[in-house]
Nanobody
Framework: QVQLAESGGGLVQAGGSLRLSCAAS????????MAWFRQTPGKEREFVAA????????VYADSVKDRFTVSRYNAKSTVYLQMNSLKPEDTAVYYC?????????????????WGQGTQVTVSS
């Protein structure tokens, strides 16, 4: 089993920054791709960013490209999401997830472990 715990969410003004962390425990996540998704009430959970097991490949949703950066520190089994230039439309619960493989994917079905989520609220 893998347990994922997100932290770092909160309330921030538009244009501000937040850094989310996802700490993994249990079985290793070091060789697996990891991703961030987000969800607002009444909407599907949507892909935000993913990073390969080695950290050498990253992919982003068009809506966050050039503003968000995903990274990982395998020695601490932790994945990060640095969010800059935040907009009110970034308001959501953010979830981290572990992929079934080492490669990145934008699809929810390719991820088998999920955290409980952390709320990010961006005020205008």
């Amino acid at each position: 089993q893998v347990q994922l715990a997100e932290s770092g969410g909160g309330l921030v003004q538009a244009g501000g920054s937040l850094r989310l962390s996802c700490a993994a425990s249990g079985r290793t996540v070091s060789w697996y791709a990891m991703a961030w998704f987000r969800q607002t009430p009444g909407k599907e959970r949507e892909f935000v960013a993913a990073i390969s097991g080695s950290g050498g490949t990253t992919v982003y949703a068009d809506s966050v490209k050039d503003r968000f950066t995903v990274s990982r520190y395998n020695a601490k089994s932790t994945v990060y999401l640095q969010m800059n230039s935040l907009k009110p439309e970034d308001t959501a619960v953010y979830y981290c997830a572990r992929a079934r493989t080492v490669g990145t994917s934008r699809s929810k079905v390719d991820y088998d472990y999920w955290g409980q989520g952390t709320q990010v609220t961006v005020s205008s």
